[in-house]
């Protein structure tokens, strides 16, 4: 079966647009139509139901296309790779990270991946967590970049670096004298928190309930930047990851206090949608953000804000 083949229907229902997805591929609406049904009567089975608008994938359609998708997407990466075997690594790198990953790190990350691999070109868009996942499992992004890595049926996830914990204040708060300070510190603190819905905000909650400490919280946000500058008018205290607070303790606009009581870390990983064949820009890219990692080592007391270890390959859920 020719891989063109395979393609033309993988467009299509990428697309669920006929003549969209024969556009992408140079034919006709009506030759597109032609292959699919040809397609069909090989297989002995209805791939798609025309009856509804836009057409519908039948059970045996979802299989094929599940696939035919990975076949194809294996063989251009193949493709490709053979016929660049000998050249300089090049071509688009698209990643999508959550926004305090990537204002923290990728902007150096990438300057010095491009000095060594000037003909790539690497696009960064800055997303919620769960639009990551979004982004990677539809092959809009070939890499993600998130905290607290999962595994599923369709996300392979690494881990890549751990960061370390602190408790950040206005150089105007009470706390801000100290040199180091307690989880108990936090215990009645009005608390500028993220919101529920976030991984961090849970494993945040279950260090503070093992220390039977509660928080007052007067504020909630879903990214590290907008806590920042909450915290920045004295509106409460944070924990947050130390690298993500780095400017501003240089500035002096906030104050960072390591915590005495365990190495609390956020950990942070890269995922890949399972199956997927990645181009060799893609591959050294992930190689490089491996290589130089910087990974903050945890004790053997160490607490992670996760509920198991950082393994190489994250724990696989469902």
Known sequence: MQIKLLKVFCDIVAQRSFS????????????????????????????MDRSRRPFVLTPEGELFYRESRKLVERYYALETEVRTLHEEVAGRVRVASIYSVGLSHMNQCVRRFLGEYPKANVRIEYQHPD????????????????????????????????????????????????????????????????????????????????????????????????????????AGVALLPKPTVEKEILAGSLVALPLEDDAIVRPLGIIQRRGKMQARATRQFIDFLLKHADVHSMTEDGV???????????ATTS
């Not at 139509?33 to 297989?43: K, N, V």
């Not at 590290?224 to 004295?234: G, M, P, S």
């Not at 992670?304 to 994250?314: N, R, V």
């Open 131 to 234: 639009r990551v996942y979004s982004l990677v499992e539809q092959d809009e992004a070939d890499v993600g970049l998130v905290s607290y890595p999962k595994n599923s049926r369709s996300i392979k996830a690494i881990m890549w670096r751990t960061e370390p914990m602190v408790l950040v204040c206005s150089p105007e708060h009470e706390l801000a004298k100290l040199d180091r300070a307690s989880i108990k510190h936090l215990h009645g603190q009005p608390t500028v928190a993220f919101q529920n819905d976030l991984r961090i905000r849970s494993e945040i909650d279950k260090i503070l309930s093992r220390y039977g400490v509660e928080v007052n919280v007067v504020m909630e946000f879903d990214n590290t930047e907008t806590i920042k500058r909450a915290l920045e008018i004295n």
């Open 304 to 314: 992670a804000i996760c509920d198991d270890p950082a393994p190489k390959e994250a």
């Open 20 to 47: 969209r997805g024969a556009k992408e591929n140079a034919v006709s609406q009506s030759a597109a139509s032609q292959m699919i049904h040809h397609l069909e009567e090989r297989l002995g089975v209805v791939l």
